[in-house]
């Protein structure tokens, strides 16, 4: 069999993923990329051993070449997705595409209509439904243990850290730029809720604001920039760059340190952060061009009356997602983070599910991105399908979730109704 030639347009630290997926899956190659930092090209090349001559300036150069592979992973940001999806789907692509589909509810629908007119396959990355600790819940939801399902409450931690790095100084903070909060961290999570369900989710409300990271809640004395605030104020403030990138990189090097520079090393991660005048990432985050919200709450009426309800915080000290499922039963209390279960049946003894002794990789996503190429490749290749595929069609059902949640923000919580 012939491998299934890969391009990726958009090398950053999610096409680099997957970059490595495709050179180490012996059924794919990896034949051309597109980025627009000369860094990822060059990375490409001497990394992944991408010919020079394939490494193309952007994604209007990859295509203007025809169709050069049989897959295209979409990796570009958020506002790029219809033109560079739709682009792929004509010249006969599949693809596989980043997460949120695209920024507005009508670009995620015109992609859809191409991918209808064209017969190609896409699926979209909503990498949870692939994690161990997803799959772990849906079975027992499904083996009947705790009853129906009533009420689902997760809450996305989303960790101050992480805010600071990628949703007010990073690449997310400003909706008009990328897409709201609510669409770009949290389609993942209405997925899930919906995914868990497997039921037709008819309404959402939604509050949320962006509450601290503004120039009023700036500390006095403090500068635009780290690099030039004074020890004084930095001493006390938990989002200084120095703090972040020195010692919080060491733990979080996944999330932190490819959405920057492209695997240049610890030290010289560092200096081009902190010692670039013009760098975003050494900006004082009370003063940025910031706008998306920091907190968010949506409430979701699913059929049946059965309701769910999400939190999104930039306001915890660690990065995970947590969740509580209340039964007829009885009830799921877990936390991905530590990867364990609680299941609590209501004529029975409570027991704990430890993932960590079950499972070997909770590698990105509790394992999930590893998984969803796998089935990426099984779907392209004419595989079964199965419970966690994220086709095209499936993942419009959490986007009108996102798009409704945001307008119901917008309007002071007015339930909004999903057409």
């Given at each position: 069999?012939?491998?299934?030639?890969?391009?990726?347009?958009?090398?950053?630290?999610?096409?680099?993923?997957?970059?490595?997926?495709?050179?180490?899956?012996?059924?794919?190659?990896?034949?051309?990329?597109?980025?627009?930092?000369?860094?990822?090209?060059?990375?490409?090349?001497?990394?992944?051993?991408?010919?020079?001559?394939?490494?193309?300036?952007?994604?209007?150069?990859?295509?203007?070449?025809?169709?050069?592979?049989?897959?295209?992973?979409?990796?570009?940001?958020?506002?790029?997705?219809?033109e560079h999806a739709i682009a792929a789907l004509e010249l006969g692509y599949d693809v596989c595409l980043e997460k949120p589909i695209a920024a507005t509810m009508e670009d995620c629908e015109a992609i859809y209509e191409v991918q209808k007119k064209t017969g190609r396959k896409v699926m979209v990355?909503?990498?949870?439904?692939?994690?161990?600790?997803?799959?772990?819940?849906?079975?027992?939801?499904?083996?009947?243990?705790?009853?129906?399902?009533?009420?689902?409450?997760?809450?996305?931690?989303?960790?101050?850290?992480?805010?600071?790095?990628?949703?007010?100084?990073?690449?997310?903070?400003?909706?008009?730029?990328?897409?709201?909060?609510?669409?770009?961290?949290?389609?993942?999570?209405?997925?899930?809720?919906?995914?868990?369900?497997?039921?037709?989710?008819?309404?959402?409300?939604?509050?949320?604001?962006?509450?601290?990271?503004?120039?009023?809640?700036?500390?006095?004395?403090?500068?635009?920039?780290?690099?030039?605030?004074?020890?004084?104020?930095?001493?006390?403030?938990?989002?200084?760059?120095?703090?972040?990138?020195?010692?919080?990189?060491?733990?979080?090097?996944?999330?932190?340190?490819?959405?920057?520079?492209?695997?240049?090393?610890?030290?010289?991660?560092?200096?081009?952060?902190?010692?670039?005048?013009?760098?975003?990432?050494?900006?004082?985050?009370?003063?940025?061009?910031?706008?998306?919200?920091?907190?968010?709450?949506?409430?979701?009426?699913?059929?049946?009356?059965?309701?769910?309800?999400?939190?999104?915080?930039?306001?915890?000290?660690?990065?995970?997602?947590?969740?509580?499922?209340?039964?007829?039963?009885?009830?799921?209390?877990?936390?991905?983070?530590?990867?364990?279960?609680?299941?609590?049946?209501?004529?029975?003894?409570?027991?704990?599910?430890?993932?960590?002794?079950?499972?070997?990789?909770?590698?990105?996503?509790?394992?999930?991105?590893?998984?969803?190429?796998?089935?990426?490749?099984?779907?392209?290749?004419?595989?079964?399908?199965?419970?966690?595929?994220?086709?095209?069609?499936?993942?419009?059902?959490?986007?009108?979730?996102?798009?409704?949640?945001?307008?119901?923000?917008?309007?002071?919580?007015?339930?909004?109704?999903?057409?």
């Amino acid at each position: 069999m012939d491998k299934i030639k890969v391009i990726i347009v958009g090398f950053g630290g999610r096409g680099q993923l997957f970059g490595d997926y495709t050179v180490r899956d012996e059924r794919t190659e990896l034949v051309a990329i597109a980025d627009v930092n000369p860094d990822a090209r060059l990375t490409a090349a001497k990394a992944y051993g991408v010919r020079e001559e394939n490494c193309f300036k952007d994604a209007s150069e990859i295509f203007a070449n025809g169709k050069i592979a049989d897959v295209a992973f979409i990796c570009t940001q958020d506002k790029q997705h219809r033109e560079h999806a739709i682009a792929a789907l004509e010249l006969g692509y599949d693809v596989c595409l980043e997460k949120p589909i695209a920024a507005t509810m009508e670009d995620c629908e015109a992609i859809y209509e191409v991918q209808k007119k064209t017969g190609r396959k896409v699926m979209v990355c909503h990498v949870l439904r692939y994690s161990h600790f997803y799959m772990a819940l849906r079975k027992i939801i499904k083996s009947g243990e705790i009853g129906d399902v009533v009420t689902i409450s997760q809450t996305e931690n989303v960790a101050y850290w992480h805010d600071a790095h990628s949703y007010v100084r990073g690449a997310w903070r400003n909706k008009e730029e990328s897409s709201p909060m609510i669409l770009a961290k949290c389609c993942h999570d209405l997925d899930i809720i919906f995914w868990l369900y497997g039921k037709k989710c008819l309404s959402v409300s939604s509050f949320g604001d962006l509450y601290y990271f503004k120039k009023e809640n700036a500390p006095e004395g403090s500068s635009d920039r780290c690099t030039t605030c004074s020890p004084e104020v930095k001493k006390n403030c938990p989002y200084d760059a120095y703090k972040i990138y020195n010692d919080v990189y060491k733990t979080y090097n996944p999330i932190l340190g490819n959405a920057i520079t492209f695997r240049t090393g610890r030290k010289e991660q560092i200096k081009a952060i902190l010692d670039d005048k013009n760098s975003q990432y050494s900006r004082c985050v009370f003063r940025c061009d910031n706008d998306v919200v920091d907190h968010q709450v949506v409430n979701m009426l699913f059929e049946g009356n059965v309701t769910a309800q999400l939190t999104m915080t930039a306001f915890s000290k660690e990065c995970h997602r947590c969740i509580k499922i209340h039964g007829t039963l009885g009830e799921i209390v877990a936390d991905m983070e530590e990867n364990k279960i609680e299941v609590k049946p209501f004529l029975a003894e409570d027991r704990v599910i430890d993932l960590t002794k079950i499972c070997d990789d909770f590698s990105v996503h509790g394992g999930g991105d590893k998984l969803l190429f796998e089935d990426f490749v099984s779907y392209v290749t004419g595989g079964e399908p199965t419970e966690t595929r994220t086709t095209l069609e499936d993942s419009l059902i959490s986007h009108k979730m996102s798009f409704a949640a945001e307008e119901s923000r917008l309007n002071g919580g007015k339930p909004i109704e999903i057409k």
